[in-house]
C-alpha cells in the first residue's frame, strides 16, 4: 500500500469532525471518497496530506521521494496575478525541483494546458486552475496524489477531461490517487475503491462495481415504446414514453432487460442511477 | 531558502499593491511638497517673526532640510501603517488565495517558508525607506534648495545645513529600524490572525497603542527606558543639540532584538500551527 491512514480521529471545538477512520491505498489505483458536505472528507484528505495533525492515529506513506504525496484541498491554490508558467516555476522553484523552461512546459502538457497563455491565471476557467493545481502537485514527482472534490464547478466536459487525466496518470505513472466527491456519479466513472464517509465515520467500503451491485436499487432503462411493456407491471417502476425508472436489486436486472427484449421492447441503455443517500442510508 | 528568498522577490515584483505602497508614500511627499511650496512660508514667518528681529538665518528657512525633516514626520504613522497593511499581506494573502496550502504540500521546511517572509518584509521595508530617501532628498533639494534646518523639540533647535543634512541621514536610518520593527509586528500579528481585514485592524490598533504609550509614563525606569514603544521614536533624538549617541546605539540595538524576538513567536507559532 501506498498510503495508510489507520484509526484517524479529528475533533474541533464544534465537535468530533472524524471518528476512527482508516482508508488505505494502493500504488496505481484510483479510490473514491464519497459523503456529504460536512461529512469530514477535507479533514481527512488534509490530515493524510500533513496539513493538520490527528488527534488520534497516524498516517503512513510508504515513498522515499522528496515530497511524496501531492494534491489539491478544497481548491487550486494559485497565485491569481502570475501566469500558469509562472506559478510552476515558482512552485517548483520552492521546493528544488526542476524549473528550467523544458520541465515547465512538459508538466503544462501533461495535463493538457496550452502553452501559449502567458496572461495571469485569474483568467483561466476552473477547468483549467485544476488542471494547473494538479500540475503543480505532480512537481517534483509525488507517487501519491490526493485531490479534494476536483469534479465540482466543472462542466460536463471537463469532467470526463478531467477523468482522462486522473485516469492516465494512475495507469502510465502507477500514482496511487485518491478522490473525494459528494457526486457519486463521477467517482463510480473512474475509480476501482470506494470509501463512503458520513458525520466523521467510515459507514461503507468496497469496489465501486460491489457497490453498485449491492445498495443500487434505481436504474433507469431507454427504449423505444417502452410504456407499452407488460413485463415492466411486475416491477416497481415509473413508466415514460421512451424511457423507464424502475426500482429493483442489480441483480435482476439481466433478467429484466432479457424479458424485454423477448417481449419486443428494444432496450437501448440502461443505466444505474447513483445516490449518494442509498449508499449511506443503506449502510446504516 | 535561497530559492524561497527568490520565489518570495518574484511575488513582490509582480503583485500591484508593492506599487501600490510605493506610490502612497511618493503621494504623501508630494502632499508635503506641495503644501510647504504654497503656505509654508507664511507659517514658518508667522511662528518666526520675533526670532528673526534677534537672530540672523542663513539663507531661506523654508528649505529642501525642513521638508526632509518634515517627510521625516510621516514615520510616526502613515508609513507604518503602509508597511504593516503590505507586509501582513505576505502571509494573509497566501491563506486567501489558498497558496499556503499550495506551499504547505510540496516538499518543503514549514520554518523555512515563514522564515523568508520575514527576510523579504525586512527588504521590503528597507527598500521603501531607500526609496523613500532618495526620492524626498531630490524633490527637497531641487525645489526648495538648502539651507539652515529649525525644529521645535520642547524647544526651537537650529541646525546649520550641513550638520543638518547629517542629522537626517542618520535618523532616517534610525527610522528604518522602527519601520523594520513594525512590519515585523505586522507578519508576527498576521500569523496568529491569518484574515486580512482582522490583522490590518489589529496592527492598527498596536501602531496606536505604540505611540500612546510612547507618551505615557509607564512608572519605571527599565520600562521607560527599554519597554519598546519608548523606542520607536529614537530617529527623533538626533534632532537635539547634544545627541546621545550611545542612547541612540542602544535603542536601536534593542528594537533590532525586539523585531528577532517577534519573528522567532511568529516562525515558532507557525511551525506549530496547522494550516487549513
Same mark, same amino acid.
Not at chain 1, 62 to 84: D, V
Not at chain 2, 90 to 115: F, H, N, P, S
Not at chain 2, 127 to 156: E, P, Q, R
Given at each position: ?284 | ?17 508593492? +506599487? ?219 534632532? +537635539? ?16 532584538? +525586539? ?18
Amino acid at each position: 500500500m501506498m498510503l495508510i491512514g489507520t484509526n484517524l480521529s479529528k475533533s474541533y471545538a464544534s465537535g468530533k469532525v472524524l471518528d476512527d477512520v482508516s482508508i488505505q491505498i494502493a500504488p496505481g489505483q484510483i479510490c473514491g471518497l464519497l459523503g456529504r458536505n460536512g461529512a469530514g472528507k477535507t479533514t481527512l484528505f488534509k490530515i493524510l496530506c500533513g496539513l493538520i495533525k490527528p488527534d488520534e492515529g497516524t498516517v503512513r506513506l510508504n515513498s522515499s521521494r522528496p515530497k511524496p504525496i501531492g494534491g489539491i484541498i478544497e481548491r487550486p491554490g494559485l497565485y491569481p496575478y502570475l501566469s500558469a508558467y509562472d506559478n510552476l516555476k515558482i512552485f517548483a522553484g520552492i521546493q528544488g525541483a526542476r524549473s528550467d523552461r523544458q520541465s515547465i512546459q512538459q508538466y503544462l502538457l501533461k495535463v493538457g494546458l496550452p502553452l501559449d497563455r502567458n496572461d495571469p491565471v485569474r483568467n483561466f476557467s476552473l477547468g483549467m486552475k485544476q488542471r494547473l493545481g494538479i500540475a503543480i502537485a505532480l512537481l517534483n514527482d509525488p507517487e501519491c496524489l490526493v485531490l479534494d472534490e476536483p469534479f465540482s464547478g466543472l462542466d460536463p466536459i471537463g469532467v470526463s477531461s478531467l477523468i482522462q487525466l486522473i485516469e492516465h496518470l494512475a495507469l502510465n505513472e502507477h500514482i496511487a490517487i485518491l478522490l473525494s466527491s459528494h457526486m457519486m456519479a463521477e467517482l463510480s466513472k473512474c475509480c476501482h475503491f470506494l470509501y463512503v464517509i458520513e458525520g466523521g465515520k467510515m459507514v461503507n467500503t468496497g469496489t465501486s462495481a460491489q457497490l453498485i451491485s449491492q445498495h443500487i436499487r434505481t436504474f433507469t432503462i431507454v427504449a423505444e415504446n417502452i410504456a407499452s411493456s407488460v413485463t415492466l407491471k411486475k416491477y416497481e417502476a415509473s413508466v415514460g414514453s421512451n424511457e423507464a425508472k424502475v426500482w429493483c436489486n442489480a441483480v435482476e436486472i439481466p433478467k429484466l432487460l432479457g424479458e424485454l427484449l423477448a417481449e419486443g421492447i428494444p432496450v437501448t441503455a440502461c443505466a444505474p442511477e447513483l445516490s449518494l443517500e442509498q449508499l449511506i442510508n443503506r449502510a446504516e | 531558502m535561497k530559492s524561497l528568498f527568490f520565489a518570495e522577490i518574484i511575488k513582490l515584483v509582480k503583485q500591484s499593491k508593492t +506599487y501600490y505602497a510605493i506610490g502612497a508614500i511618493f503621494v504623501i511627499e508630494l502632499l508635503i511638497l506641495m503644501t510647504a511650496y504654497y503656505q509654508g512660508s507664511t507659517i514658518l514667518d508667522l511662528l518666526l517673526d520675533n526670532l528673526k528681529q534677534s537672530f540672523y538665518f542663513e539663507g531661506n528657512l523654508l528649505n529642501g532640510n525642513l521638508i526632509l525633516y518634515i517627510v521625516l514626520n510621516s514615520l510616526w504613522f502613515n508609513v507604518p501603517l503602509i508597511l504593516m497593511i503590505v507586509t501582513a499581506g505576505i502571509v494573509t494573502d497566501e491563506y486567501k488565495d489558498g497558496t499556503m496550502q499550495t506551499i504547505a504540500l510540496q516538499a518543503v521546511k514549514k520554518w523555512q517558508l515563514i522564515a523568508v517572509k520575514y527576510l523579504i518584509a525586512v527588504f521590503f521595508t528597507l527598500l521603501v525607506i531607500l526609496f523613500m530617501v532618495i526620492s524626498t532628498f531630490i524633490l527637497a533639494y531641487s525645489f526648495f534648495g538648502k539651507g539652515d534646518l529649525v525644529v521645535y523639540l520642547n524647544t526651537l533647535n537650529f541646525f546649520e545645513s550641513a550638520d543638518a543634512f547629517q542629522r537626517i541621514c542618520w535618523s532616517f536610518a534610525s527610522g528604518a529600524v522602527a519601520m523594520v520593527f513594525y512590519s515585523v509586528a505586522s507578519l508576527t500579528i498576521a500569523v496568529l490572525i491569518k484574515e486580512a481585514a482582522k490583522t490590518w485592524i489589529v496592527a492598527a490598533l498596536f501602531l496606536i497603542l505604540t505611540n500612546l504609550l510612547l507618551k505615557l509614563d509607564l512608572g519605571t525606569d527599565a520600562l521607560n527606558h527599554f519597554f519598546f514603544p519608548k523606542l520607536i521614536d529614537t530617529w527623533q533624538q538626533l534632532f +537635539y543639540y547634544e545627541i546621545d549617541q550611545f542612547r541612540i546605539i542602544v535603542n536601536n540595538v534593542l528594537l533590532v532584538l +525586539y523585531s528577532i524576538g517577534l519573528a522567532v513567536i511568529g516562525i515558532w507559532v507557525f511551525h506549530k500551527k496547522d494550516i487549513g
